[in-house]
């Protein structure tokens, strides 16, 4: 879709490091994953193994800590020009918010309303956060995005007049919070073809104790989790010509797979760009990104979105609003972009290892390699660490139907209700170590890897239907390569 600014006129390596090369084992594999499959014909060719994969953020990757620390390293490149500002950018990203005025006079400015007191309470180091699992926990690092039918000046999501575009459960003193999320979960069984069953958990919300009135029958209403936070630079400099030569929004190929790029409204330039971060891919750059965090979460404003968060019709927020404008100012904030863009992704563990290769070649084979595409090339970028590397995310950064099941029923731009940008499953084998919790997608449903690949539907819907139809042990061999990213 083309979109021109509001206003304007509309226009249209080779080798084997560890001294052993499994190239007649990924032979076998394959020849024995199209036994196992029924003999189906294999359309995807399975690529040799390439060393850069085992540095998945080329010269950038953390090779240091692993376990419970990997995602909280710079990156290895890092330019003793940047250090002291990544540090710096680390303290604000980690260190809570007071309300003002306060003495702390450069950390204040908290809400008036907000979901978390810091980046850290959703990215809790740097990696994953956690649904809630029980009745009564709290939504940390779990958000809801609210919108109405229409859309704003810009084409994107029309904001709820009084509760706007994000529902907020926490506020400062004096100042009502907006109300009580609620997430309760309902199961769903099924079994695989082999007969091994499975159970899946599907989330069901609903929002009681309103303080500002009802929300009305209109309202969308989109979960949200806090991804982990490594490798943003580098995604942020994939050219944009490559996502370009990875969408086919017709599927003029006829592979059932149609990739979009979601086109939104960048704030800085003032135009439409492609949307690379956020679950539907809603933000153009790290740098939007980190100022809408800011303003959506912790209710602070920065210099690019400079407004606060106040509805209509909340006069106590109104009248509380006292931290300055904006609330961190454009030093700080940078410090903060360019720690949020300088994390290291992880080296990969047991990336030759049989299993892995195994389930390496299972996955590109049932088709998933074709929406988590695994190698692309970084581009210039105003970071020079992040510019010109070879690296391996496994995302399109485009927008794919996924089904009923997962979708939301909540347009943001040109992404539709069932549409979510593919995400990069860099680090998600870490998940467990950093953050002691296995959930994933969009809103932490899938309570591991097989749950999150179960709930693939739409254009997904062949490669679930064919990782049902695998053996338990190639099944796992698929998780296996998964986790080793």
């Known amino acids: 879709m083309t979109r021109t600014a509001p206003g304007a006129n509309e226009g249209p390596i080779s080798g084997c490091a560890t001294g052993w090369c499994p190239w007649r084992l990924i032979g076998v594999v394959l020849g024995l994953s199209v036994l196992f499959l029924g003999g189906c014909a294999d359309t995807h060719t399975d690529p040799p193994i390439d060393e850069t994969e ?32 990544f540090y710096t950018g680390n303290s604000f990203f980690n260190q809570a918010w007071v309300e003002a005025p306060a003495s702390t006079t450069v950390r204040d400015g908290l809400g008036p309303f907000f979901n978390a007191r810091a ?59 907006e109300g009580t999320p609620i997430l309760e979960y309902e199961t769903i069984s099924g079994t695989f073809d082999d007969g091994e069953p499975y159970e899946l958990t599907k989330p069901v919300y609903r929002i009681e104790d309103l303080n500002y009135g009802p929300l009305g029958q209109e309202i969308m209403l989109s979960p949200r989790i806090g991804p982990q936070v490594i490798g943003m630079g580098l995604l942020d400099a994939i050219p944009e010509q490559r996502l370009r030569e990875l969408a086919d929004p017709n599927d003029d190929d006829g592979d059932g797979i149609s990739g979009r790029i979601n086109m939104v409204w960048d704030i800085a330039e003032q135009t ?145 209700g069932r549409e979510w940008k593919t995400p990069p499953l860099w680090g998600l084998g870490l998940i467990e170590k950093v953050n002691r919790h296995t959930r994933f997608l969009h809103d932490g449903r899938a309570r591991n890897l097989t749950e999150a690949i179960l709930w693939h539907g739409g254009e997904a819907d062949p490669s679930q239907r064919a990782f049902k139809a695998l053996s338990s042990v190639q ?11």
Request: a negative charge.
């Open 272 to 416: 439409y760009r492609p949307g690379r971060f956020g679950w539907k891919g809603e933000a153009t750059t790290v740098r939007q990104q980190v100022a809408a965090a800011f303003a959506g979460d912790i209710g602070i404003s920065t210099p690019l979105i400079p407004k606060d968060i106040c509805g209509a019709d909340q006069p106590e927020c109104s009248d509380a609003l006292s931290g300055g404008e904006p609330e961190i100012d454009a030093r700080l904030f940078e410090f903060v972009v360019l720690y949020t863009s300088l994390v290291a992704v992880p080296v990969r563990r047991k990336w030759q290892d049989p299993d892995v290769l195994a389930g390496k070649a299972l996955f590109n084979q049932i088709g998933c390699g074709d929406c988590h595409v695994g190698k692309h090339q970084t581009g210039a970028h105003e970071y020079a660490e992040v510019s010109n590397q070879t690296i391996w995310p496994y995302t399109d950064l485009l927008l794919h139907d996924m089904g009923e099941g997962l979708s939301d029923n909540r347009p943001v731009y040109d992404a539709n």
């Open 119 to 177: 980046c850290s309470s959703c990215h809790p180091r740097d990696g994953r956060a956690e649904p809630p699992t029980e009745p009564g926990q709290d939504f940390l690092g779990l958000l809801l995005r609210l919108s109405i039918p229409g859309e704003d000046e810009t084409g994107g999501p029309k904001a709820h007049p009084v509760y706007g575009d994000q529902f907020h459960q926490n506020s400062i003193l004096d100042v009502p919070a």
């Open 54 to 85: 085992r540095f998945p953020g080329g010269a950038t990757t953390n090779t240091l800590l692993l376990g419970s620390n990997a995602f909280i390293r710079p990156v290895s490149n890092l330019e003793e020009d940047n250090e002291a500002a």
């Open 475 to 485: 099944r796992q061999q698929l998780i296996t390569f998964v986790e080793s990213l």
